[in-house]
């Protein structure tokens, strides 16, 4: 009997289900949820352009790291990690992608750093890269990770991942053995779940990666959209931001929130403006 119910056990606590009840606790950390729906219309148009000038499968997910980093940028008050009771805001925007493993049994996440001075065919060619590294196993920080909670019982894991947390992405010391880098999620976390077939999810922020902001993106959806004054059948994704109180209130959050959806809404129009900014603000600074 008692090895029939070890055997069921190992069954359903997988790696990632004994990561989760070490990392979750009951409700009590408010946090801001934000949602908008996104007619992606323009930015496919955009999305195509640069797919025939780069010759890389971009897709509406890079697109949404992209804006985001871009909105985060020139934000020293959102951007920046909590440690020892104090906030300090970070010298670069870094992003994740959160990438399915093992067939779904696992994520990985693969930073990019400096996202917002990136252009997007680099950061397709980054993810492209580290998510083809997480899913043949190659990764060695990936399997480090694997093999300490493939073996521990949750309460251990509970211990090691708020230490962990604290130490690298609080403090900013990689932790090796644990297959840990510094900040090793940067300040936001993109994920996408359209091709799971959900069209409109909320997704927690784990404590232990530091991050003030995850982003969803959910499946494509045919709506009715008033374009004008006229109604048209438009493709549309709803695009769900969760943020940590404690980083952000709504008031600071809402001019990182407005240049992102203005990005995300119409790229080439407010890309062009965005570099032009850019420029003057180069030129202002020489001078």
Not at 68 to 82: C, E, V, Y
Not at 98 to 118: F, S, T
Not at 216 to 244: H, W, Y
Request: proline content about 5%.
């Amino acid at each position: 009997v008692i090895l029939t119910q070890i055997g069921t056990l190992n069954r359903y606590n997988t790696k990632r289900k004994k990561c989760n009840i070490a990392t979750w606790h009951a409700p009590n950390d408010p946090q801001i949820l934000l949602t908008f729906e996104w007619d992606i219309t323009k930015a496919e148009i955009y999305l195509e352009k640069k797919r025939k000038e780069t010759k890389l499968p971009l897709t509406l997910t890079h697109l949404v790291g992209y804006c985001a980093a871009k909105g985060l940028s020139g934000q020293p008050d959102l951007n920046g990690r909590l440690s020892f009771g104090n906030y300090y805001p970070k010298d670069q925007v870094d992003i994740s992608y959160l990438v399915a493993c093992e067939n779904g049994k696992d994520l990985g996440a693969c930073k990019i750093e400096n996202a917002d001075r990136k252009e997007l065919a680099d950061i397709c060619e980054e993810l492209n890269r580290s998510s083809k590294n997480l899913r043949s196993l190659r990764d060695m920080d990936q399997k480090k990770r694997g093999f300490t909670l493939s073996l521990l019982p949750t309460f251990i894991i509970e211990v090691i991942l708020f230490l962990a947390g604290y130490i690298c992405c609080g403090i900013g010391i990689p932790l090796p053995m644990c297959g840990m880098k510094k900040f090793a999620f940067g300040t936001i976390i993109v994920t996408s779940v359209g091709m799971l077939g959900y069209e409109h999810v909320f997704a927690p922020i784990p404590p232990f990666t530091g991050a003030a902001i995850i982003i969803t993106v959910g499946a494509t959806q045919k709506k009715p959209m008033v374009v004008g004054d006229e109604i048209k059948i438009r493709d549309m994704i709803n695009v769900t931001l969760t943020l940590d109180h404690r980083y952000i209130d709504g008031a600071r959050a809402s001019p990182m929130y407005q240049k992102f959806n203005k990005l995300l809404q119409d790229p080439e129009k407010y890309m062009a403006l965005d570099e032009e900014k850019a420029s003057l603000s180069e030129v202002h600074q020489m001078h």
